[in-house]
């Protein structure tokens, strides 16, 4: 299983990127999709979740902000990121909890990363 991040690059605070991330490979389920961030010298924290019924969570620094949601056909998760802050600026990833076929358990994999910078 592979997870294909893209839609990072730099911005001034105020405006907006949309980021994609699209699971390929051996799937036959997918449950939680979710974004992480991680800036520099800091611990890599959570984004957003969705699961695959459309609920989401989102971090309280975010909210507001920032919307998740997901293509179940697609096997992909969208991060929409409007009134960004220079505080948003990280490295950001994306994961899915998978299972690759009926009798698998659940297994988390993570995306490459995609850079967000935040201008002020």
């Known amino acids: 299983v592979q997870l294909q991040a893209s839609g990072g690059g730099l911005v001034q605070a105020g405006g907006s990127l949309r980021l994609s991330c699209a699971a390929s490979?051996?799937?036959?389920?997918?449950?939680?999709m979710g974004w992480y961030r991680q800036a520099p010298g800091k611990q890599r924290e959570l984004v957003a979740a969705?699961?695959?019924?459309?609920?989401?969570n989102y971090a309280d620094s975010v909210k507001g902000r920032f919307t998740i949601s997901r293509d179940n056909p697609e096997n992909t998760v969208f991060l929409q990121m409007n009134s960004l802050k220079p505080e948003d600026t990280a490295v950001y990833y994306c994961?899915?909890?998978?299972?690759?076929?009926?009798?698998?358990?659940?297994?988390?994999?993570w995306g490459q990363g995609t850079q967000v910078t935040v201008s002020s």
């Open positions: 994961n899915a909890d998978v299972k690759t076929s009926l009798w698998a358990t659940w297994s988390r994999y």
């Open positions: 969705i699961a695959s019924g459309g609920s989401a």
């Open positions: 490979g051996r799937i036959f389920g997918i449950n939680l």
